[in-house]
Every structure is written in structure tokens, then in C-alpha cells.
């Protein structure tokens, strides 16, 4: 079975501290995202990787890196929290888009962060 | 550029009933368009996609959607709606341009709420 693990379901911070999100993926996949999900935002992008040290912004970049040392695994960091990062993030991945695949996203089951 | 408007924030129906859950899209080219599903405090879950063969798309759990390009409209129907159908439901476009890599840029609507009562 298809699987995307979030390994923190939830997390509380405080203002200034450094955040790591980590995400692991078992189906191979090329692609892979982080998403931020805030009630009547629906979902933003924030970053996307589309192979191994490769990444690109999405809409919502600012406050936010990210790494992708191994295929399998894509990290999300938050260098210095801030309040207005309180939200659900989701990970995802995907297979590279082709003419055969119409790119459907695997989602994990999200990380809540609070930060105070 | 793309995008994508769900047109209810909240629907609410009575179990038994048929569930309409409304959604109409912009998109430069011809669209790959998507319904996903979320229960409280999972993932989203992809309930059915359309990818330009057949306009009436069956998907899981008895939903359906019919890609409509005259409305430009992809609605989510369901014949008869279960308690277990209540979760919040995205409407996903995806256009032929945006992320490099061949990671197609997807925009997602802001969502819809379901609410199924006895």
C-alpha cells in the first residue's frame, strides 16, 4: 500500500525556535511537496522537489526551507517560528508527470504545529 | 494561469439524500482535474480525476463528477449520502504549465465542508 509518513502529527514551538518537519515516502516517487493548510485557504504550496537536492518555490515560500538529501525523504524546515506559522502542514509526493501518469498526489496524514 | 472555485463553503444534506458539492475551474489549457477528500485529522485521500477520456468520471464510495468545458464546471455528486461521507472535499485543477521537472502545478480549492445529519 502507498504510503507518506509524517513522522510529528503534532507539534508545539515557541516563537523563535528552529522547526524541522520530516517526511518519508515508500512508493519511489520523484516528486514530492509541502503543502500548508489553513481553514478557508484551502491547501498552498510551499516548496516542491522534483529529484534528490533539487527544489523550487512554491506560492508561500517565505519563512521556509527545505531538503532533500535522499529520494525517499523531504524535510521542512522553519529557521525561526513565528506565530503566524501556527497551521497543518501536509506532505506529498508524486510520480514525474508523463504522458501516462496524470500526477495524482499521495498525501501524508499532516503535522499540526502550534507555535506560541 | 489557472484556478479553481468551489461555490459553497458548507453544504449540509440528511442521510439518504443526494449530496451536489459545486466547483467550476479556469484553465489555460486542457485541464487534468481532481476531487479529494479529507476526514478529520487524516490526509486528503483522491476520490476520482478526470484526464480528458470520459466526461462522467466514476470514483470511490459511490461519488461521481461530469467534466462539463461549456460551464467550465467539474461538480461532485453522490445518489444518496452516508454518515461516514462527512469531511471536507477539494477540487484540484492541473494545467500544462508551472513547476519544472514535470511536477505540473496543481491549484486546490479553498474546499467544502460536508455535514450529513440523521
Known amino acids: 500500500d502507498v504510503k507518506v509518513t509524517q513522522s510529528s502529527r503534532y507539534l508545539v514551538k515557541r516563537t523563535g525556535e528552529k522547526v524541522f518537519l520530516e517526511c518519508v515516502q515508500d512508493m519511489d516517487h520523484e516528486n514530492m511537496f509541502w503543502y500548508r493548510q489553513d481553514p478557508g485557504l484551502g491547501l498552498r504550496l510551499i516548496y516542491f522537489?522534483?529529484?534528490?537536492?533539487?527544489?523550487e518555490k512554491g506560492d508561500i515560500p517565505e519563512g521556509y526551507s527545505v531538503s532533500r538529501e535522499k529520494k525517499e525523504r523531504f524535510s521542512l524546515i522553519l529557521e525561526s517560528a513565528s506565530t503566524n506559522q501556527t497551521s497543518m502542514y501536509l506532505c506529498?509526493?508524486?510520480?514525474?508527470?508523463?504522458?501516462?501518469?496524470?500526477?495524482?498526489?499521495?498525501f501524508g496524514e499532516g503535522s499540526r504545529l502550534t507555535v506560541l | 494561469a489557472q484556478s479553481v472555485t468551489q461555490l459553497d463553503s458548507h453544504v449540509s444534506v440528511s442521510e439518504g439524500t443526494p449530496v451536489l458539492l459545486r466547483c467550476n475551474y479556469s484553465s489555460s489549457y486542457s485541464p487534468s482535474l481532481f476531487w479529494y477528500v479529507q476526514h478529520p485529522n487524516k490526509g486528503l485521500q483522491l476520490l476520482l480525476k478526470y484526464t480528458s477520456a470520459a466526461t462522467l468520471v466514476k470514483g470511490i464510495n459511490g461519488f461521481e463528477a461530469e467534466f462539463k468545458k461549456s460551464e467550465t464546471s467539474f461538480h461532485l455528486t453522490k445518489p444518496s449520502a452516508h454518515m461516514s461521507d462527512a469531511a471536507e472535499y477539494f477540487c484540484v485543477v492541473k494545467g500544462g504549465g508551472g513547476l519544472t521537472g514535470g511536477g505540473n502545478k496543481l491549484t486546490f480549492g479553498t474546499g467544502t465542508q460536508l455535514k450529513v445529519e440523521l
Open positions: 506529498a509526493s508524486s510520480l514525474r508527470t508523463g504522458s501516462t501518469n496524470t500526477g495524482e498526489l499521495f
Open positions: 522537489s522534483y529529484d534528490v537536492k533539487m527544489k
